[in-house]
């Protein structure tokens, strides 16, 4: 039986308004690109936006998965007509249109695709590169059914820094990602800094599904295990009733002392916090862990 748990006062969301908003909005439409911004209704378009940041969703938008958690459209993509050879260039046109410093690419999990669609993520990293050399780029990849080959086609594209959320502690993947895995999550990010070291490397959890600090604690350990540099944890936000309820909302503390339990873990970026997603202060963590 679904009840809501009702939203406490930090769950703010401020409107995105503005002149540099508008004008990437109408970009978006003028190209026909999904924004995961956009599509998830992020609570921090407004700040991302206006700073020129933002997530692009490729490969379309219909999903092979079905993790319980997430508002995207499930189905058969096959079905949808998309040139994906294409992509690519439209992505990096509007990256240079809209004088991007950090491109976001993410995509639906493509299962029915031979590569899972690594080759089009390699295509649009080198597009970026070559057409915005100003701009770093952060990928935001499925776990590609574990194939190391598209995987490594990926990492060669050298994006600077290579996410894939673990997005919960492993006892909850069977009710909340039944065809994920946890080990094979840790693998991606292990086998990326087999093969480049200088690829900084990212996950993060949502918390609010039913975990307990010790698992989330745990998490963190695995993801060091695996050399990764930077990890997110954001609030979990039911996005329907069909979803997975929340069962708790934590509060900015807690939030904070995970923050502090991060740093002591090894992590090189936490950023923690009730509307934190992967992509929040993204470009902040780029200039700073470069230069450091
Ligand atoms: Fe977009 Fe990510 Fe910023 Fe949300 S946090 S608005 S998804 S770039
Ligand atoms: Fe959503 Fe990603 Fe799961 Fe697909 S694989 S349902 S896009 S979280």
Redesign the pocket.
Known sequence: HWQKTPKPSWIRVRLPSGEAFQRLKDLMRSKSLHTVCEEARCPNMAECWGCGTATFLILGDI?????R????K?GNPGLNFLNLKEEPGQVADAVAAMELRHAVI????RDDLEDGGASIFAETIRKIHERTPGCTVEVLI?DFKGNLDSLKAVVKARPDILGH?V?TVPRLYPLA?P??AYGRSLRVLGVVKEIDLNILTKSGVMVGLGETREEILDVMKDLRSVGCDIFTIGQYLSPTQHHLPVVRYYTPEEFESLKEAGIRAGFRWVESGPLVRSSYHAEAQVRELRTR
């Open positions: 999903c092979t998965r079905d993790c958690f997430c508002a995207v499930t993410t995509s639906v999990t499925p959320n997005e990602r065809q994920a």
